[in-house]
């Protein structure tokens, strides 16, 4: 008897280490861009612009999403490059801090500045079993005004520990647009991620 109660006390504690092995920290940092840093082409802080085609770049501005207030917003200026054959854009990305196995909720404020034509995108990359799973929003947004601030959603179940993020902002057809996101919230998730 004492035997079987202290194996069942021994799993439970197993099952406990288990279930706290996983970080309770927040799964991104600075989703409102707050802390007024301008992220850096690579390391030193928790995002990262990348991946850069054309004459594109970024830049923190005022004011941040009408939607849930906030002092700035990072905004992707897209423009195409003599050699880009058109195209521009760049990445936005940060390692989250998740829990292999859980599902999780992404929300996220966009605005393009003009409606391009329908030719720019705002992607949101995730990670999705071996490979990547995405939300795309282009700017002809069916119904929407250029210029206002809009929300995207999505859900995943966690791969790793250490899962990529990104936003890939994005034009086609030498079109250029200011595309921005702010308050980003990445949270645990009750319901099925798929």
């Given at each position: ?19 706290n ?12 861009f707050e ?33 849930h ?22 990445t ?5 801090n ?18 391009a ?8 990359q ?7 799973g995405?939300v ?21 179940q ?37």
């Amino acid at each position: 008897m004492h035997f079987a109660r202290a194996l069942s006390t021994l799993g439970s504690l197993a099952l406990c280490v288990t279930a706290n092995s996983c970080s309770t920290g927040p799964v991104i940092k600075d989703g409102g861009f707050e802390s007024g840093i301008t992220p850096p082409t690579s390391g030193g802080n928790a995002w990262i612009v990348n991946s850069f085609i054309g004459a594109s770049s970024y830049a923190l501005t005022k004011p941040g999403s009408t939607n849930h207030g906030g002092k700035y917003a990072f905004t992707a200026l897209l423009a195409p490059g003599p050699y880009s054959g058109g195209v521009s854009g760049d990445t936005l990305t940060q390692t989250m801090n998740t829990c292999a196995g859980h599902n999780y909720s992404i929300l996220a404020d966009y605005k393009f500045a003009s409606a391009a034509g329908g030719n720019c995108a705002l992607t949101i990359q995730y990670p999705y079993k071996t490979t990547t799973g995405s939300v795309t929003t282009g700017s002809g947004i069916a119904g929407g005004t250029a210029g206002n601030w809009y929300t995207t959603a999505a859900t995943f179940q966690a791969v790793s520990s250490a899962d990529p993020f990104s936003i890939v902002f994005r034009c086609t057809n030498s079109a250029q647009d200011q595309i921005s996101v702010d308050n980003i919230v990445i949270a645990p998730y009750a319901g099925n991620a798929f």
